[in-house]
């Protein structure tokens, strides 16, 4: 099995040592195991949401150290969840770096307003932009971050549901062409269970979202998106039951890039 979605206390809202993670994914039965911890965004930003520009070498070396740790008995790998849009504070050559396995692009931000960081906050906002004028903006981004062909996995496919909110208008159209676009460029689809431990209680992305994406020829992976060493592989039977009833059979794991596909 697969967890390529894993922070560390880097970000600064992760606990936990990096080894514990490990070892959770370890007795979980983890083969393939991804640390994605926050890439940096613009430092007025950045507090207690990810790691500094300072810290990325210290990461990739704190990942490679673990991978030869471990060797033998589970097969890590370095990643980071990158903001889409880009910030510049995450240097354009890290896109090109054989270090590095695999990229998570994610939509935290829509402008400069982070859609997912408090329930009050969200609510008030929500409400000015109406939530499908919110979520036309967030599929946007998506498409556009699916066509860019950067990104080994999108993070998270409907996190403005987080606090509960969701949209009237129908993104069938929309959603089916960011899988289209994505699988065209060998982009996973993160299967992410943290939306269990949400008020939301709902796995990203919705069954009928995932559904869609595989009738419209979208490739899959898994994420728990531990931010604790217990939440390593988390709910992952949850997310392995949607995958299989929407009839999807394998799931696919990254490395220095390249698209490794294997049974679910
Ligand atoms: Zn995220
Ligand atoms: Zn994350």
């Known amino acids: 099995m697969i967890d390529f979605h894993n922070h560390t206390e880097l970000c600064g809202h992760a606990e936990g040592s990096p080894d514990d993670y490990v070892m959770t994914a370890i007795k979980r039965g983890i083969r393939y195991f991804g640390f994605a911890d926050h890439a940096p965004i613009e430092e007025s930003i950045r507090g207690g949401i990810t790691m500094s520009p300072e810290e990325i070498e210290d990461y990739i070396g704190m990942t490679k150290a673990l991978k030869e740790k471990f060797a033998g008995q589970i097969e890590i790998f370095t990643g980071f969840e990158v903001d889409y849009p880009e910030f510049e504070a995450f240097d354009s050559s890290y896109y090109n770096d054989d270090r590095i396995d695999y990229l998570i692009g994610s939509c935290h931000f829509i402008g400069d307003w982070p859609i997912d960081f408090s329930p009050e906050a969200s609510d008030e906002e929500y409400s000015k932009r109406g939530v499908d004028s919110v979520c036309a903006d967030y599929f946007n981004n998506m498409l556009s971050l699916a066509k860019s062909g950067k990104y080994n996995i999108i993070g998270h496919f409907d996190l403005y549901k987080k606090f509960g909110h969701r949209p009237e208008k129908d993104f069938s159209d929309i959603i089916s062409q960011i899988a289209k676009e994505a ?63 929407a009839g999807v059979e394998k799931i696919s794991y990254y490395r220095k890039r390249n698209r490794v596909e294997i049974s679910l």
């Open 183 to 245: 699988a065209r460029n060998g982009t996973s689809i993160e299967i992410n269970s943290s939306g269990l431990r949400k008020p939301v209680k709902e796995i990203y992305p919705s069954f009928d979202i995932i559904k869609l994406i595989s009738e419209s020829g979208g490739i899959f992976t898994l994420g728990s998106d531990s931010h604790h060493p217990d939440d390593v592989a988390k709910d992952f039977d949850k997310s392995r039951e949607l995958l299989l009833k």
